[in-house]
């Protein structure tokens, strides 16, 4: 397979950890030039530092999703300093694991903010520069849950229902400019997203232990990537859509 990735740009939200963490490192060993962020820039200046003890370059962004004019800022920052962005990564979110009447109005705003409304934000503006160069890929990540109800995770399955529907509806204009929009829907990945979640009636622990196997993340990473080439669709334990993924 040809290496779509060498001498582009890439802007991956949410990465200090997790999967923009490991999609960060593989973007990175393929050849690209990865603007890694993360909250704070200590955070996203350790994934660099992975990326640059490969012998592969990054540059470490402190990055609030939610704040619209810093995530404005960062693409043109990467759209100014390389001449273009080539990909962004919308991947920043958060979980609530519980029965949906027992969460707190102010959390499930936050959620739908980070999880929905940054994304749909992020993408507007990429899609914006993107359309001016002429040529990019936007890749928002969504979930399995996006996909289908699930049980104590209602209002993390709608913002990713959301996603959905935004990505392959913008892709469907945005093709006409060169620029192209990917869903990808993970499954059960060993990220520090559950450990992190907000939880009632329950812990994290215990949905771990009754969920299926779950996949590394440096596998995952392989599996998206891989995905992202011209032409192809993930597999495994991702659920690749059309038009959602279309070229």
Same mark, same amino acid.
């Given at each position: 397979m040809a290496n779509e990735w060498q001498g582009k740009s890439a802007l991956v939200t949410g990465a200090g950890t997790g999967i923009g963490r490991a999609v960060s490192l593989e973007l990175a060993r393929r050849g690209a030039l990865v603007y890694v962020s993360a909250l704070t820039e200590q955070e996203a200046q350790a994934v660099v530092d992975s990326i640059t003890a490969e012998g592969n370059r990054g540059v470490a962004l402190a990055l609030d999703v939610t704040?619209?004019? =810093?995530?404005? =800022? !960062? /693409?043109? +920052?990467? =759209?100014?300093e390389q001449g273009a962005i080539d990909l962004l990564v919308n991947n920043a979110g958060i979980l609530y694991v519980g029965e949906y009447y027992e969460m707190e109005p102010d959390f499930l705003r936050k959620l739908i903010e980070v999880n929905h409304t940054a994304v749909a /934000? &992020?993408? $507007?503006f990429g899609y914006r520069v993107m359309k001016a160069q002429g040529h990019g890929l936007i890749v928002n990540v969504a979930s399995q849950g996006g996909l289908m109800p699930v049980g104590t995770m209602a209002a993390y399955s709608g913002t990713k229902h959301a996603v959905v &529907? $935004?990505? !392959?509806?913008v892709g469907g204009e945005a093709e006409a400019f060169g620029v192209r929009l *990917?869903?990808?829907c993970p499954g059960n990945i060993a990220s520090d997203m559950l450990g992190n979640a907000q939880t009632r009636g329950t812990d994290a622990q215990g949905v771990l232990d009754? $969920?299926? *196997? +779950?996949?590394?993340?440096?596998?995952a990473a392989r599996v998206i990537v891989d995905g992202l080439q011209v032409g192809t669709t993930p597999g495994g334990p991702f659920t690749g859509l059309r038009p959602? $993924? +279309?070229e």
């Open positions: 704040d619209d004019v =810093a995530y404005q =800022a !960062a /693409i043109e +920052r990467v =759209a100014s /934000i &992020g993408t $507007l &529907g $935004l990505t !392959a509806s *990917k869903t990808v009754v $969920l299926p *196997k +779950r996949m590394p993340t440096d596998d959602g $993924l +279309r």
